[in-house]
C-alpha cells in the first residue's frame, strides 16, 4: 500500500510540472456561471469551444503514454472565447431572453499560469409570443388546415422560442406535403419583436400549391429475385392506394412494412415522374423488391440470457418466408440451453441420473409456428404456435405442451398491442436430488391463460439506447374458458384461476449528447393473485423469479426470493429496479493490436428487488440490493457483457439477524468473495 501511495504521488507530482506551460499561455482552471436561472451550466458549456482543463491525471496520460485514452490541457484562447461568448449570448435570444446582459471576469493566476472564467447572467424579463397568424390556409380543407393550427407549437402567451418557430415551420411543411401539397411554397416566416412590449408577433404565410393524388402503381421485381411473390401481397401491405392523396409520410411507411415481412433483401418506392413535371395532378409510383430464398434450413449454436443467466444454445431451425402465398412464414426449431456448464456432474448424468439429475439446469424446445402477417389489416398479424417445452432446474422438471395465439396489432406509431390465448398442459415433478424436493400441490395441469399487454417503445435504438423510453403494461387471466366448458368436453384436469398483472419501464437518457455517459434504469413489478376457489396454485411457467444478470445482479439466477419454499419455484410478486451508468471512455481510443478499443464500454449499477411468495407478504426490509461493475464488449447485435455484482444489503442475512450491509462486513474476504460474476448478450434492459 505504501508503495502504492509513493507511486501516486510522484504521479501527480509529475502532472502539477507538466500543468505549466512554457509559453506563457494561461490554463485554464475553471468555468463558472452565476445568475443563469433558465439555462443549466452543461447546457451553456456544451455550445462553447473553450472548455476546463482535465484533471491533471489524464494530462499526464494524454502527454507520456497515450492520447487516445488521456486529454490534453486547455488553453485560453481570446479569439476563441470571443466567438462562445457571441454563442451563449444568440442562444439566451433563441430562448427569448432578448434583454438578458452577459458579462465576464477573468481571474489570473500569472505564477501558475492558470485563468479562471466567470460568466455573471441577469436574465431579466422573457419575451412571450402576443399573436400567432397564419395566411394561405383557408383554401385547404378543414381537416388540413387544423392539423397545422390545433396542433401549432407555437402558443400565445408563452415563451418565444427560436427553435419552436423552426419546429413549426417544419411541422407545417411535411403537413401539407403529407396531404397532398406536394409543390406547396413558404412565402413568408416573419417574427417581430416591439421594443415597447418585448413581445413577438409570428406571421406565417403560405402558398399550397395543387394538390395530388397517388396515381398507378407498378410493381417491378429485380432479376436478381430469387423467387416470386404475386402482386397482391405487395399491394396488401401499401398505406395508400391509386387515387388517395399523396402523402411522403405513406409512402416511407409502405416500405417499412414491406421490409417488415422478412420475405425481401430490399424493397423501395419511388415515384414514376415529379410532380413539377407532369401536367397531371396524379403521381405514378413504381414499387420495386429484391426477394430474398423462400426456404432456409439454417443450424444455430450461440448464447443468450434466459431466465437471467448466462445459457449455451445449440439448435437448427427451418424456415418458409411464403408458406401457401402471401408472404405466410411457417418455421420449425429445435434448440437446447444449457446453463451453468462447469455445475454439471457429467459422470452422474450420463451412468446414473440422466435428464433429471440435479446438477443440470437446461431447457428443451421444439416449436413451430405459422405467422399470417396480413390479418383484417397491413398493421396487424396474427400467429399460431405450438411448443413442446422440457424446463429443468435444479430442483423439479418442467414438461409443457403449449398451444398459443397471437395477434399483434400497430395502434399508433410507437405503441403496439398484443393479444394472446395460451392453451398450456404442464406435469411438473421433482428431480434426482441430494435433498427432498416438494413442488407444492401441483400436480398434471390444463391452464388457458387470456394476456393482453400494450406496449410503447420510443428508444432511438434497440441495441444501444441513449435516448427515449421502453414502457409496457400486462394484464393475464386463467381459468375462465376451463370453468365455463371444461366439463363440457371432458376436460377435468387441474386448473389455476388467477389474475396477473406486470408493469415495466425503462428510460434512457444521455446529459451531454455526445454518448460519453448514457444512464438508463428500469423499474419492473408484477403480482398474481388467486380468484375464486381455485384448485391449484399459479403455474410454475407464470410465476416471477428473481436474481441473475438481468435482475439483482448480486445473486444468481432464480435464486433470490421470500418464498414458501427454499427451492426456486419463484413467487406471486416481485420488484425488480435498475440505475446504470454506461460509460464509453474509449469512444475515439482507435485500436490496439487486433482489439477494436472503441467497442469496448463499461457500467457501473445499482440493482434492487426481490419475489414474494404471495403481494400481501411484500416487505420494505426484504428488497435486497446489489451494486457493481461490467465490462461490455459491442457487436452488431449488441454487446456482450460480464458484469461483478456484490451484494449491499442482504434481505435473508438482516432477518437472520447477522450483518446484512455492505458497510458490515469486510470488504474483500466477504464482499468481493461472495460476488457473483454476470454472463450475458445484450444490455441488462
Not at 438 to 464: C, E, H, P, W
Request: net charge neutral; aromatic share 12%.
Amino acid at each position: 500500500m505504501r508503495l502504492f501511495s509513493a507511486i501516486l504521488v510522484l504521479i501527480l507530482f509529475s502532472c502539477s510540472i507538466f500543468g505549466q506551460d512554457r509559453t506563457g499561455k494561461l490554463e485554464i482552471k475553471d468555468i463558472r456561471f452565476t445568475g443563469n436561472v433558465s439555462v443549466k451550466p452543461d447546457q451553456l458549456l456544451s455550445l462553447m469551444q473553450t472548455q476546463k482543463s482535465p484533471w491533471t491525471f489524464w494530462k499526464y496520460i494524454y502527454t507520456h503514454i497515450s492520447e487516445s485514452i488521456g486529454q490534453k490541457a486547455e488553453y485560453f484562447d481570446p479569439v476563441v472565447f470571443g466567438a462562445d461568448f457571441f454563442t451563449v449570448k444568440k442562444y439566451y435570444e433563441s430562448k427569448g431572453f432578448y434583454l438578458a446582459k452577459i458579462d465576464t471576469t477573468f481571474i489570473v493566476d500569472r505564477e501558475r499560469g492558470t485563468i479562471e472564467i466567470l460568466f455573471s447572467i441577469k436574465e431579466n424579463k422573457r419575451s412571450l409570443i402576443d399573436t400567432v397568424v397564419y395566411k394561405g390556409l383557408d383554401i385547404l380543407p378543414e381537416d388540413v388546415r387544423n392539423d397545422i393550427v390545433m396542433n401549432s407549437v407555437l402558443h400565445v402567451h408563452e415563451p418565444f422560442i427560436m427553435d419552436n418557430l423552426e419546429t413549426e415551420v417544419r411541422h407545417d411543411i411535411a403537413v401539407l406535403a403529407n396531404g397532398g401539397y406536394v409543390n406547396m411554397r413558404v412565402d413568408t416566416i416573419d417574427a417581430h419583436r416591439y421594443a415597447s412590449t418585448n413581445n413577438f408577433t409570428i406571421v406565417l404565410a403560405y402558398t399550397p400549391g395543387a394538390r395530388y393524388t397517388f396515381g398507378k402503381i407498378s410493381i417491378q421485381e429485380d432479376t436478381a429475385s430469387l423467387a416470386h411473390i404475386d402482386s397482391m401481397t405487395i399491394l396488401q401491405h401499401l398505406d395508400y392506394q391509386e387515387g388517395d392523396f399523396y402523402s411522403e409520410q405513406k409512402k416511407t411507411q409502405s416500405e417499412r412494412n414491406l421490409n417488415r415481412l422478412g420475405i425481401f433483401d430490399a424493397s423501395k418506392i419511388e415515384n414514376v415522374i415529379s410532380p413539377s413535371l407532369t401536367g397531371s395532378r396524379s403521381i405514378p409510383t413504381n414499387v420495386l423488391v429484391r426477394t430474398r430464398s423462400f426456404q432456409e434450413l439454417s443450424p444455430e449454436i450461440g448464447v443468450n440470457d434466459e431466465n437471467n443467466a448466462f445459457n449455451v444454445s445449440l439448435g437448427v431451425s427451418y424456415n418458409h418466408r411464403n408458406f401457401l402465398g402471401s408472404a405466410r412464414n411457417f418455421s420449425t426449431s429445435l434448440d437446447v440451453n444449457i446453463q451453468s456448464i462447469y455445475a454439471i456432474q457429467f459422470k452422474r448424468l450420463l451412468t446414473q441420473t440422466g435428464w433429471q439429475d440435479s446438477s443440470l439446469v437446461a431447457k428443451l424446445n421444439l416449436s413451430m409456428q405459422i405467422l399470417q402477417p396480413f390479418f383484417l389489416n397491413n398493421r396487424t398479424s396474427l400467429s399460431w404456435t405450438l411448443s413442446g417445452i422440457i424446463d429443468k432446474e435444479m430442483t423439479y422438471y418442467l414438461p409443457v405442451l403449449q398451444n398459443k395465439v397471437e395477434v399483434i396489432t400497430q395502434t399508433a406509431t410507437y405503441t403496439k398491442a398484443y393479444y394472446d390465448w395460451t392453451l398450456e398442459f404442464s406435469s411438473p415433478r421433482a428431480v434426482v436430488a441430494q435433498r427432498d424436493t416438494t413442488i407444492g400441490t401441483y400436480a398434471k395441469q390444463l391452464n388457458s391463460i387470456l394476456t393482453v399487454t400494450l406496449q410503447r417503445d420510443k428508444r432511438n435504438d434497440i441495441f444501444y439506447p441513449s435516448e427515449g423510453f421502453l414502457q409496457s403494461i400486462s394484464l393475464e387471466e386463467s381459468g375462465t374458458l376451463p370453468r365455463m366448458f371444461g366439463s363440457d368436453i371432458g376436460i377435468h384436469l387441474p386448473y389455476s384461476q388467477y389474475l396477473k398483472a406486470t408493469v415495466l419501464g425503462q428510460w434512457y437518457w444521455d446529459p451531454d449528447g455526445k454518448r460519453d455517459v448514457i444512464w438508463a434504469t428500469k423499474w419492473n413489478v408484477g403480482e398474481a393473485v388467486l380468484y375464486g376457489s381455485s384448485p391449484i396454485d399459479v403455474p410454475l411457467t407464470q410465476r416471477f423469479f428473481s436474481g441473475g444478470s438481468g435482475s439483482v445482479r448480486g445473486w444468481k439466477s432464480r435464486s433470490l426470493g421470500f418464498v414458501d419454499s427454499t427451492d426456486d419455484q419463484g413467487g406471486d410478486a416481485f420488484l425488480d429496479g435498475s440505475l446504470e451508468a454506461r460509460l464509453n471512455p474509449l469512444k475515439n481510443a482507435g485500436s490496439f493490436s487486433f482489439i477494436d478499443l472503441e467497442k469496448i464500454s463499461f457500467v457501473l449499477f445499482y440493482d434492487i428487488g426481490n419475489v414474494w411468495a404471495r403481494p400481501s407478504s411484500f416487505r420494505f426490509s426484504q428488497i435486497a440490493m446489489a451494486a457493481g461493475f461490467g465490462l461490455r464488449y459491442n457487436t452488431i447485435a449488441g454487446p456482450i457483457r460480464i458484469d461483478f455484482g456484490m451484494r449491499v444489503f442482504d434481505p435473508d442475512a438482516f432477518a437472520a439477524g447477522t450483518n446484512a450491509w455492505i458497510t458490515e462486513k469486510k470488504f474483500f474476504p466477504e464482499t468481493v468473495a461472495t460476488g457473483v460474476v454476470q454472463l450475458g448478450v445484450g444490455h441488462a434492459f
